[in-house]
T-cell receptor, first 111, second 114 residues
Framework: RKEVEQDPGPFNVPEGATVAFNCTYS??????FFWYRQDCRKEPKLLMS???SGNEDGRFTAQLNRASQYISLLIRDSKLSDSATYLC????????????FGKGTKLSVKP | DTEVTQTPKHLVMGMTNKKSLKCEQH?????MYWYKQKAKKPPELMFV???????INESVPSRFSPECPNSSLLNLHLHALQPEDSALYLC?????????????FGPGTRLTVT
């Protein structure tokens, strides 16, 4: 099992759609979980940290299920500007600064 | 609007050259990171500095030499690189307080080795 696995994508959705990304991780000792977005030829930008209680930031909702080692990101009412690659990121075991990035899922939002 | 800056933005160097990449952050973070990202791949961790001390070296070849002169600055010295080292080199920083070490990335240096 890969350390961090994501939906392969790409996801092509119309504006206003709801889109869900899923991610699984292999190391049960991982402590920190994040979603980043990366635009073409740009640096990754932190979208949100993910907590067991779930967290929401506007149109974005992230969930963590430690028992299933599963992380999700839901984007509601998608905008053209949401088009990017979404990276699921997990800390390597107990080393919180050592992050493992998933391969990313590309999202294209069309008019 | 990143608070992590990197210079240069682009660098072309020959295999016999010596060059340095520079990174600076003004967020008061005490951890800094170097990543390498190849096209269509995720970033891969190279080095971690915590409190200006090297804490993680992910088995990076010695032709890459990191340096952390102070808590705001991070350098990556390059010598005798190979064409396969061409990539986007990303610097990041994070706080070491709290439970979640959120990392903030600079814009990167796009390196081409000829």
């Amino acid at each position: 099992r890969k350390e961090v696995e994501q939906d392969p994508g790409p996801f092509n959705v119309p504006e206003g759609a709801t889109v869900a990304f899923n991610c699984t991780y292999s190391n049960s000792a991982s402590q920190s979980f994040f979603w980043y977005r990366q635009d073409c030829r740009k640096e990754p930008k932190l979208l949100m940290s993910v907590y067991s209680s779930g967290n929401e930031d506007g149109r974005f909702t992230a969930q963590l299920n430690r028992a299933s080692q599963y992380i999700s990101l839901l984007i509601r009412d998608s905008k053209l500007s949401d088009s990017a690659t979404y990276l699921c990121v997990v800390s390597k075991g107990g080393s919180q600064g050592n992050l493992i990035f998933g391969k990313g899922t590309k999202l294209s939002v069309k008019p | 609007d990143t608070e992590v800056t990197q210079t240069p933005k682009h660098l072309v160097m020959g295999m016999t050259n010596k060059k340095s990449l520079k990174c600076e952050q003004h967020m008061g973070h005490r951890a800094m990171y170097w990543y390498k990202q190849k096209a269509k791949k995720p970033p891969e961790l190279m080095f971690v500095y915590s409190y200006e001390k090297l804490s993680i070296n992910e088995s990076v070849p010695s032709r890459f030499s990191p340096e952390c002169p102070n808590s705001s600055l991070l350098n990556l010295h390059l010598h005798a690189l190979q064409p396969e080292d061409s990539a986007l080199y990303l610097c990041a920083s994070s706080s070491l307080a709290g439970d979640s070490y959120e990392q903030y990335f600079g814009p990167g240096t796009r390196l081409t080795v000829t």
